[in-house]
Each structure stands twice: as C-alpha cells, then as structure tokens.
C-alpha cells in the first residue's frame, strides 16, 4: 500500500479491518476510517450506524430506486432489534415519499405477495441470509435493501 499525500482512506464494508490494524501503524500520517468498525488504534476511526438511522437512509434509499409508491418490508427470521430498523425504514421511506404506504410480508411466499401489491423495492429485515427467500424476492423481481451487505449475498 502506498500513503504517499494520501491523508484518510475510507474502508467501506466488513473484512477490512484485519487489514487496517495490521497496516495502520506502517503509516502514522494516514488516517483510516472503518465503515462499519470500532476504532482500535491512533489512526483508526470507526462509523457505526444506529439502527433506526440506517433504517431511515435504507428507507430513502428504497424510495428513491422505486417507482412505486408501495413500499415494502421482508421479514426473515430474527430478534426485536428489528423493529427499531424497521420503524427507521419506514420514517425514510416516507420521507421521500409523502403519500407512500407501506406492506409487510414474510415466509417463502412473501415476496410475491409484496411483488402483488405494487413492491418493487423492500426492506430485507433479518438477523441472517435466507437462501429460499432470497431466491424468492429475485424470482419475484423484487429489489432489495439491507443494512448490512452480508444479508443479500446469497453463498
């Protein structure tokens, strides 16, 4: 890696920061920022969202890709934690899109029934990838979003 003027660098997603610690002190005069991440270090910085926060943008996000007023949220397995991305997504969404409605689904043939109701782009709320209903939402033709990039990546 070579820092020579370069003052900050940004490490945008997860499986950086090994790399970052293990680089960071060969370079004092370079600031690094983790995007999500904990600060460990002088010259390490970390961004973590709060999760109604990262609804509410993940909510503009998906108002602004859609051409529907619908909305939607797609629920896979996972804790009350949820509900405050949920509560999030729903304020951004709306905030984009001042008459917009929103619709919830889950289980297997959730996709289709957003993808039904006017969804084009949704909420992915869960705490892990669902396989089955990932491959649903694409079948579907339902365009996702999620907080967290792991959570669509189907393995």
């Not at 904990?38 to 973590?48: E, F, L, S, Y």
């Not at 984009?96 to 782009?121: F, H, I, N, S």
Request: charge should be negative; proline fraction near 3%; include cysteine.
């Amino acid at each position: 890696m070579k820092s020579e003027g370069v003052e900050v660098v940004f490490c945008v997603g997860r499986g950086f920061a090994r790399m970052v610690y293990a680089e960071a002190d060969s370079f004092p005069e370079t600031r690094f920022v983790l995007i999500p991440g904990r600060a460990h270090g002088g010259n390490v910085a970390g961004v973590t969202f709060v999760l109604d926060g990262a609804g509410f943008l993940a909510g503009v996000v998906a108002a602004t890709l859609s051409g529907s007023n619908v909305g939607g949220i797609l629920r896979g397995g996972g804790g009350p934690w949820l509900e405050d991305l949920e509560a999030g997504f729903t304020a951004g969404f709306r905030a984009q899109r001042k008459r917009g409605e929103l619709v919830t689904a889950e289980g297997a043939d959730g996709p289709w029934r957003l993808a039904e109701q006017g969804v084009e782009v949704a909420l992915y709320s869960a705490d892990g990838a669902e396989e089955e209903l990932l491959a649903a939402a694409h079948n579907a033709g339902l365009q996702l979003v999620a907080t967290d990039p792991d959570l669509i990546t189907l393995h």
